[in-house]
């Protein structure tokens, strides 16, 4: 059964996901497309390896694509048997990999220009001067070495072993080393605080808030008590599937990928998230909320008066569902927090009097985006680096200019959102010309929490980006069958 348009923007399964264990008519849909997309793969470890093929070797370089995709790309079909064999009787999935290509490697294996996916960042690349410019980025001639060059293609591999997955990588690398060269490569893993929440280099649990398709995740959701009637997380598929021209079935599809290296500045921030709390007579943990706009734990800064806060052990998927409907002046949660600028969650509706609130809320919802993040660098928790440690980003979407470069753009880095001289995103705001450790204008800060009074505070940059590249994730059918007629 093919799928059609009002398949991809409809609800799956009258509002409660794709099951994957009676697909229906998204069967081949999950046959044929990548893992690590709909949902997160879940192993600990990750290698990424970015890949710049070898002049002259486009026969053997579509051979090798066969070969590693038959042995160790996985659908999102197969994901979902394994996890579900992980959970029935814990029998591991083994390593899962993934492969992507960026507009220079379809160029390169000589896919015609109409098959190539047709998104225009994608296509211009993420060294783009106009693109660049557009999300604040440094140029690219101040990125790390390995991102300044012609990537072609990534290759991440995953598993819960690092020594399984580490000699599994060399084996890989061994042959690729015949058609390709490695002009980077990225060893990520998953960082988790002492409940066992996986947070990032800041200290904050992160990975809260995602878009939702599969219906296992909406059951799991909805039995830790969240009724969506604040937030609705679910999601339909085309905010993050797009067709694959170059796949061999009707229902062949694939997703953009952003791919970003950000280099934290641990002691920078804390330095600053002090310097903040003391300029405010609060704590170092209201400070922090006041920037992320939740609290290391996950709490969102809104919520800090309900009596979830106490419980030590609360249920995170339940704090998602909130908005910011009892906060319409930016006194509890600052609308510069990264939270609220990230997903304003109906603001723009509050604010703009000229659209309504249902369609504003619609259209804010329409440039969410599904990350799949790990952390790099650094592995000890206790310790503050200043460099070489950071978030390997990853996000997929269904188009990059709606979706990520305009989070990035028209949320993050613009201090006029939501609200006139609310300031940049503290966290990811990007600012042309600012260099970590600089002030990037966010002025006012609530004095107390949910009071009106204000106090002037430039907090700084401390996330600066090192590299990156768009890419699309083809389809299973596609990448099994390159160069094959």
Not at 78 to 105: C, H, M, P, W
Not at 177 to 186: D, G, L, P, T
Not at 410 to 419: E, L, V, Y
Request: proline share 5%; with cysteine.
């Amino acid at each position: 059964m093919t799928l059609t348009d009002e398949d991809l923007q409809s609800l799956p399964g009258n509002g409660e996901g794709i099951d994957p264990d009676n697909p229906g008519k998204y069967k081949e849909v999950l046959e044929d497309l990548q893992g690590n997309i709909l949902n997160s793969h879940g192993r600990d470890y990750s290698v990424y390896l970015f890949l710049q093929f070898k002049p002259e070797q486009t026969d053997r370089a579509k051979q090798w694509i066969r070969d590693f995709a038959q042995k160790y790309v996985k659908s999102a079909s197969q994901q979902t048997d394994s996890a579900r064999r992980y959970r029935e009787a814990r029998i591991n999935g083994g390593v899962f990999s993934n492969f992507f290509l960026s507009r220079k490697g379809y160029e390169y294996l000589q896919i015609p220009p109409a098959k190539i996916p047709s998104d225009k960042p994608f296509r211009f690349g993420m060294k783009n001067y106009a693109l660049q410019n557009l999300l604040g980025d440094p140029s690219f001639k101040e990125w790390e070495l390995g991102y300044q060059s012609d990537i072609h293609a990534l290759v991440i591999m995953a598993d819960d072993s690092l020594v399984y997955l580490l000699q599994i990588v060399n084996q890989v690398m061994q042959k690729m080393r015949q058609i390709a060269e490695f002009v980077n490569r990225e060893d990520g893993f998953i960082i988790k605080n002492y409940r066992g929440q996986f947070v990032e280099y800041f200290g904050f649990v992160d990975n809260i808030s995602q878009p939702l398709f599969l219906k296992l995740e909406i059951q799991l959701t909805k039995e830790k008590g969240c009724d969506f009637s604040k937030w609705d997380p679910r999601a339909s598929l085309d905010l993050i599937l797009v067709k694959d021209p170059n796949g061999r079935t009707e229902d062949s599809y694939g997703s953009y990928l952003v791919f970003r290296k950000l280099e934290q500045n641990v002691k920078g921030f804390r330095e600053d998230q002090r310097k903040l709390a003391n300029k405010l007579n609060i704590t170092d943990d209201l400070a922090g909320a006041m920037v992320v706009g939740r609290f290391f734990d996950g709490t969102p800064l809104t919520l800090k008066d309900q009596p979830l806060y106490a419980n030590p052990i609360r249920p995170l998927d339940t704090l998602n569902d909130f908005d910011y409907s009892d906060d319409t002046q930016g006194t509890k949660c600052p609308f510069h927090s990264h939270l609220r600028k990230s997903n304003p969650r109906g603001d723009t509706g509050r604010i703009e009097s000229s659209v309504s609130y249902e369609d504003s809320l619609q259209l804010e919802r329409r440039h969410r985006i599904a990350r799949r993040g790990l952390s790099c660098g650094e592995d000890d928790v206790t310790k503050e680096p200043e460099t070489g440690s950071g978030l390997l980003f990853l996000c997929f979407q269904a188009d990059i200019e709606n979706q990520f470069n305009f989070m990035q753009s028209a949320w993050a880095n613009q201090k006029k959102f939501c609200q006139i001289n609310v300031g940049h995103d503290p966290l990811i705001g990007q600012v042309s010309g600012k260099a970590s450790g600089q002030p990037i204008g966010t002025p006012k800060w609530p004095k107390k929490w949910g009071e009106s009074e204000t106090e002037q505070y430039d907090f700084s940059l401390w996330v600066t980006m090192k590299g990156g590249e768009y890419f699309f994730a083809p389809s299973v059918s596609f990448i099994k069958n390159i160069g094959l007629t």
